[in-house]
């Protein structure tokens, strides 16, 4: 009687041991909870990219920020008569106020020269510049404003310009205006058109308010980002430089580019049609600062590194459960076609293996670059799971065979990774082939038999 109750449990656990149905369903517990480290992981990857943010703010902190080049404005104070009530009675003052004339014609010469700066494992873009902006005013439509030409108070105009970061200038910029050179001064009064503004004021009497030239060079660095403003009814932009991967953005893309391995070249040429602001105003000391019109009306370049690792990393991070799972399957079909169980225990460390693949590719990456942390990793990991094979099968043909495995799915997601714009159609693909493997290799595997 014990005899006949042992003999049923022996049975169910055989069948437990050697049913492919709770092999299948093992497996697919075990890539549901790799993904627990897989995802901490992620964790890891943003932490580190964080870190590089950090330090890359650190070092514009120090050097200066991306700069963004403003103006200039000329600001023509100019006299209004106004009525007031006091003390019941409408008495009648003088009072000054503002009028402000965008550029008739603007154009910018830039010649930038990027360098790549370390902090520790971590680099980051600088630039000097020499920046030269020309142009000229128009004589003031003060018609339509419905002011007359002797309430402008030309002796007292004013060019006003900005850049995002004043650390960025290496000397004191010369205004050659109408005639004159105005050394430009910082502007600290509020009610100064710019927040990190710069002034010269000039004296426009000699023209009477008639149409006059400007010129004025900034020598500048920053980091990352030159970007303009386009103030002018007319803008027109250059920029050129030694990097061979800038990056073009704003409400307006470069009429005309060239890159190449020396360097890039760059225009703009753009009319007033579409931009957020009007050509004179006045009063409104706040019109320029808009953030949405400065978006609207901004355009430049990014001087990035050609290879951001941790997106990278991210990226191929993402594709852990399929590298895992079609492992996994590839194993499974192995143990089958061979008729050699594997315990499940060896499965867990194979899974662990794979795991901490993804933090090897991490650190080599932050010091050798993501090309050759991958091939590091991926060569380490294929090696190390092939030789367990072999010891486990105690085959070296099986165990080269499931090296040739795995290098074809490390190769695959590589490919995917460089082929950002492709990926999903290789992947796509690539996917479908490895389908119609699995479905060749499985056809002669009696599944009902165990």
């Known amino acids: 009687m014990i005899q006949e109750q042992q003999n049923p449990l022996r049975s169910i656990m055989d069948w437990f041991k050697e049913s492919i149905t709770v092999k299948l369903v093992f497996i697919g517990i075990l890539v549901l909870v790799l993904m627990i480290p897989s995802s901490l992981i992620g964790d890891l990857i943003r932490e580190r990219s964080e870190r590089q943010d950090d330090m890359i703010k650190e070092v514009a902190d120090q050097w200066s920020g991306s700069q963004t080049v403003k ?116 502007s600290f009064n509020s009610r100064d058109l710019f927040a990190n503004g ?65 360097g890039f070249k760059a225009s703009w040429k753009m009319l007033y049609y579409n931009r957020p602001y009007p050509q004179q105003w006045v009063n409104d000391n706040d019109l320029l600062n808009g953030k949405k019109k400065e978006d609207d009306a901004s355009f430049g370049v990014k001087l990035r590194l050609p290879v951001d690792q941790y997106q990278k990393i991210t990226r191929t991070s993402k594709y852990a459960i399929l590298i895992i799972l079609l492992t996994f399957v590839s194993l499974l079909l192995t143990e089958l076609i061979r008729k050699q169980r594997i315990h499940a225990f060896n499965y867990i460390l194979i899974g662990a293996a794979m795991t901490i693949y993804y933090t090897l590719l991490l650190s080599f990456s932050e010091q050798v670059g993501y090309n050759f942390a991958y091939l590091i990793a991926s060569v380490s990991t294929i090696g190390l799971i092939s030789v367990f094979i072999a010891s486990l099968l105690k085959n070296k043909g099986a165990a080269a065979l499931f090296a040739l495995i795995l290098s074809i799915i490390y190769i695959f997601i590589f490919v995917i990774i460089q082929l950002e714009d492709l990926a999903l159609l290789i992947g796509s693909i690539a996917l479908f082939a490895i389908v119609a493997l699995l479905m060749y290799f499985s056809r002669k595997i009696n599944w009902d038999k165990q």
Do not use: C
């Not at 010129?215 to 007319?234: A, I, M, P, R, V």
């Not at 027109?236 to 005309?256: H, I, Q, T, Y």
């Open 198 to 262: 710069l002034k010269g004021n000039i004296n426009l009497a000699a023209t009477s308010g008639n149409a006059f030239n400007f010129d004025y060079t900034l020598d500048l660095k920053g980091s990352q980002e030159l970007h303009f403003l386009h103030l002018g009814k007319t803008t027109e932009v250059e920029v050129d430089g030694k990097w061979s991967s800038p990056s073009f953005d704003g409400r307006s893309l470069p009429d005309k580019r060239e890159i190449d391995s020396s």
């Open 71 to 186: 103006g200039p404005v000329l600001i023509i104070p100019y006299r209004k008569t106004a009525k007031f009530m006091e003390n019941g009675k409408e008495i009648t003052k003088e009072v000054i106020e503002t009028l402000y004339i965008l550029p008739e014609n603007l154009k910018i010469k830039a010649n930038v020269k990027p360098e790549v700066l370390h902090r520790g494992m971590f680099e980051t873009v600088v630039y000097n510049s020499a920046i030269r902006l020309t142009g000229n005013f128009a004589k003031a439509d003060v018609a339509g404003l419905g002011l007359t030409p002797d309430q402008l108070m030309l002796d007292k105009a004013r060019l006003e310009f900005s850049i995002s970061d004043l650390k960025g200038l290496k000397n004191n910029p010369v205004i050659n205006a109408a005639g004159m050179q105005v050394v430009a001064e910082p």
